[in-house]
């Protein structure tokens, strides 16, 4: 099946720094990616898709300029997440669509990265 | 996107079957239903998806009826690892169709025991 990774995993960082994300899509090529957040106990939060090649489109409330997302290359999607503060430690989860010959398709998630920002 | 209602929490015992129901009554006539699992601090997984009657692989059945108003998961012979949060997600998935994300719901919360 189609694999997603993200690193890091887990980052604890100051308030005020920036933290850097990647997702990967190791064995196929996403043209599509998605980044979500999820806060403790609650559900998934589409925060923004990512297209190769063009700009970022972001979801009603998440400020673009806070958090910028790059997709240089068909499998790889960055998030950085600039000045962050400790309302910005969340589970960070992005995803890849699979294109598919039949008439649908369907996203494959990364591990997700937990930031921690003290 | 058509919003869903699923069960906050259920819980049942290792080897039983479970089942899981979605109640999507506005659903349209593009949708198709999408199930994810995810484990505490991973990402989800997708688990099955189908548009109409019954859909089955390897780890689950999907049933719907007839008016597509709901659907039920079916996980057969469940053990503790399958304790873990459901999602049921309706939405147009029709490659073409546009980029969009998915909108996840409460998801219902399965706690299997010994």
């Known amino acids: 099946g189609a694999v997603v990774s993200q690193h890091p995993s887990r980052v604890i960082c100051k308030s005020g720094t920036s933290v850097k994300i990647e997702c990967r899509s190791l064995?196929?090529?996403?043209?599509?990616m998605f980044w979500y957040r999820q806060f403790p106990k609650q559900s998934l939060m589409l925060m923004a898709t990512?297209?190769?090649?063009?700009?970022?489109?972001?979801e009603q409330g998440v400020e673009k300029d806070k958090f910028l997302i790059n997709h240089a290359s068909l499998t790889l999607s960055t998030l950085t997440v600039t000045s962050a503060h400790p309302e910005d430690s969340s589970f960070y989860i992005c995803?890849?669509?699979?294109?598919?010959?039949?008439?649908?398709?369907?996203?494959?998630f990364g591990p997700g990265t937990r930031l921690t920002v003290l | 996107l058509a919003k869903t209602t699923q069960p906050i929490s259920m819980d049942s015992y290792e080897g039983q079957e479970v089942n899981i129901t979605c109640s999507h009554n506005?659903?349209?006539?593009?949708?198709?239903i999408t199930w994810y699992q995810q484990f505490p601090s991973q990402g989800p997984r997708f688990i099955i998806q189908?548009?109409?009657t019954k859909v089955t692989n390897e780890v689950a059945s999907l049933f719907i009826p007839a008016d597509r108003k709901s659907s039920t998961l079916s996980l057969p012979r469940v053990s503790l690892s399958d304790t873990a949060v459901y999602y049921c997600?309706?939405?147009?998935?029709?490659?073409?169709?546009?980029?969009?994300?998915?909108?996840f719901g409460k998801g219902t919360h399965l706690i299997i025991q010994p």
């Open positions: 995803s890849a669509r699979v294109n598919r010959v039949i008439s649908y398709n369907e996203q494959f």
């Open positions: 064995d196929f090529q996403a043209t599509t």
């Open positions: 990512s297209n190769e090649g063009s700009k970022a489109t972001y």
């Open positions: 506005n659903i349209a006539t593009n949708d198709y």
């Open positions: 189908g548009y109409k």
């Open positions: 997600l309706v939405g147009d998935m029709y490659s073409g169709g546009g980029a969009d994300g998915l909108t």
